[in-house]
C-alpha cells in the first residue's frame, strides 16, 4: 500500500531497480516491479516510470492504475504504451526525447563508414591473416535519405551532412526549406524516392502508419549497391522482406541495430549474413545513458509535483512528441 | 631505345601497366618497367614516373639514370624515392599530393567510430549469434591529437572536427590559430603531450626526423584509453613496441593501415589481437584512385612540356611538399 502524504510512484524496472532514485524517494512512496507485479503495483499509483522501456507489459496491467494521472518512459519511442486505453484515458504521456539523439547520430554515421570503408570484411580477412587490397568507397556527395524526422532523424541529417553526404529526409509534411534536411519529402512518396538513395536510414516512430513499410516493394526500390540501417523500431520492416532481398542481392546491406523480436533469436539468418551488421539495441545507449534517463524522470517529476507543464508530451493519437512541443 | 625526337618516359608500375596512358604515349616515348629492367629503362630517359609507389628499387638503379630530368611518384609519400642520389642530383622530384587527403579523412574518422561504438565486438559477437547489449562511447568532445600537419592530415582534423571532435596537431611549427587545428603543438612536446589525447592519429612524412617516434615511451605517455590511428607509415612506429603496449593493455587498441613491412607478414601478431583493426594499405585507395593517379601525372606532364613550374614540387631535404607551395 502506498502513504496518504505523500505522491505514490510506480516503476517497472525487472528486477533490476535503478540507480539515483534517492532524491525521488525522498518525496514520494515508490514501488519497484516487474511485469508480473505490475497490476498489483498500479493500484494506488499517482505516476508510472516505465524504466523498462522493453516491457511489453503495461496495457495488460493497466485496468489496475485507479489513480494514476502520468506515465513516463525511458525511452524515444513510445509505442509499448500507446494503446487503445492509454489513449482514451487523461493520463498524460511523456517520453525522454533527446537522451539518444546524438549517440545514435554517431552510431549512423559509423555504420555508413563502416559500410563505405569495408571494415566488416577487413576484420574477418584479418582473422585469416590475408592481406588482400580493395578500393574503398567515398563518402561524401553520397545520398542518404532519412526516414523520421524527430530530433533523432534530425541528429543524423546534421552529422552525415558533417561528413559531406547529401541528406534528404522523408516525413509526414513535405518541405523544402527544412534547416536539417533540406528537402523533406512526404511519407506517401518514399517508394518513388528510395531509388535515389545510397543510404535508407529508418528512425522513424513506430505507428499503424509507418509499421512494416519497409517491405518487398520498398527494398525493391532501392538501388542494388544501397544500404539499409535502422535504429528506430524492427517492426518498421518486413524482417523477412529484408532477408529475402540481401539474399537476392536487392540491397548491398544492412546496419541493424533494432529488430521485431529482441533479443534477435539464435536461429535468425540475419546474424549469419556477411553484409549484415547486427548490434544489440545499443546505438542511442552511451555511457552515461542510464542514469542521466533517471535524472530526466527526475526533473519532470519535479514539473509534476509543482503543477507545472511537463517537458516531452506525447500527442497519443499520433505516437510522439509533435515537433512544435520541442 | 628511345626515340630521339619526343621525350622519353620511364613508368615504373611493375607487370601491369597503368590504364589511360594513350594521351602521353602520343607525345612521348614510354617504356614500362619492373623493378629488375629499372636500370636498363632508366638509361635514356628524361622522366621517370614511379606508378608502382610501394617499390624500393628506384636507389639501386640511379646510376644508370643519365638524361633524367623529372621524377613523379603515385603517392603522397616520398620516402622510398628519397636517397643522397636523388637529393644531391638535379632532378625534380614531384608527388601527388591532394588524390588521397579526403577518401584517409573519412577512413579515420571511420575507425575513430568503430572504436567508439565497438563494431568489431559487434561482429564476433554476431559470428556467435550473441545478443550481448553494452554501452558505447561518445566521440563528441573526444580528443584527437593528429601528428601530421600537411594535406591529410589537415583534411583528417576538418573531419574529425565536423564529427564534433576536439582536434589538436603536431607539427613542425607551432602555432595557435592554425584554420584546421586550432592549436599545433611543436614535435618536441609529442610525449608531453600525448597523455591529453584520446585518439592519436599517424600521419606525418617519414623522415628522419619521424622514423620510429611513435615507440615504447610514447605509448607509455598515453591514456590507457587511448587508440592508435596510424595512416602515415609504418616506419614511423617501433611496431615492437606498439606490440608490447597493446599486450600490456598501456593502449586501448590499435587502427593500422600501414606497416614497416608489407603485406604484413603472416605470423605477425597484430593480425590476431582483438583491439587492433588491420588493413592493407588502403585507407586513400577510393574507387577511381588509379586513374586520378595517371591523371595528376598527365597534367604535370603537360606543365613540363610546356617548360612551365611543375605542380606538388618536393622538397627533397624536408622531404614533403612545402605546405607553401600548396
Request: negative net charge.
Amino acid at each position: 500500500m502506498f502513504g496518504e502524504d505523500s505522491p505514490a510512484i510506480t516503476v517497472l524496472c525487472g528486477d533490476q531497480p535503478p540507480d539515483g532514485m534517492e532524491r525521488i524517494e525522498r518525496s514520494a512512496t515508490v514501488r519497484y516491479t516487474d511485469d508480473d507485479g505490475l497490476a498489483d503495483a498500479l493500484t494506488g499509483a499517482d505516476v508510472l516510470f516505465v524504466y523498462d522501456f522493453l516491457s511489453t507489459a503495461v496495457p495488460g496491467a493497466w485496468h489496475a492504475a485507479d489513480r494514476l494521472s502520468w506515465v513516463h518512459i525511458a525511452s524515444a519511442g513510445v509505442d509499448p504504451v500507446i494503446f487503445p486505453g492509454m489513449r482514451d484515458s487523461d493520463v498524460v504521456l511523456t517520453n525522454s526525447r533527446g537522451v539518444f539523439d546524438a549517440p545514435i547520430s554517431e552510431y549512423v554515421l559509423g555504420a555508413v563508414l563502416a559500410f563505405a570503408k569495408d571494415f566488416a570484411r577487413s576484420l574477418r580477412l584479418q582473422d585469416e591473416a590475408r592481406w588482400l587490397h580493395r578500393e574503398t568507397e567515398r563518402v561524401e556527395g553520397r545520398h542518404a535519405m532519412v526516414m523520421g524526422t524527430g530530433p533523432i532523424g534530425r541528429a543524423i541529417a546534421r552529422m552525415l551532412r558533417a561528413a559531406g553526404m547529401r541528406v534528404t529526409g522523408i516525413g509526414r509534411t513535405a518541405r523544402t526549406d527544412d534547416p536539417d534536411f533540406g528537402v523533406v519529402h512526404p511519407s506517401t512518396a518514399l517508394l518513388s524516392r528510395l531509388p535515389g538513395a545510397d543510404y535508407v536510414v529508418a528512425v522513424a516512430p513506430l505507428t499503424e502508419q509507418t509499421k512494416g513499410v519497409f517491405d518487398s516493394r520498398a527494398f525493391a526500390a532501392m538501388k542494388t549497391g544501397a544500404r539499409f540501417i535502422n535504429v528506430g523500431r524492427g517492426e518498421l520492416v518486413v524482417t523477412e522482406d529484408l532477408i529475402a532481398a540481401l539474399r537476392a542481392n536487392e540491397i548491398a546491406g544492412a546496419a541493424l541495430d533494432v529488430f521485431d523480436t529482441e533479443p534477435l533469436p539464435a536461429d535468425s539468418p540475419l546474424w549469419r549474413m556477411e553484409n549484415v551488421l547486427v548490434s544489440p539495441h545499443m546505438s542511442g545507449d552511451a555511457v552515461g545513458w542510464r542514469s542521466v534517463l533517471v535524472e530526466r524522470f527526475a526533473e519532470n517529476f519535479d514539473l509534476w509535483r509543482a503543477g507545472r507543464p511537463l517537458q516531452n508530451v506525447v500527442d497519443k493519437n499520433l505516437g510522439y512528441v509533435p515537433s512544435t512541443a520541442a
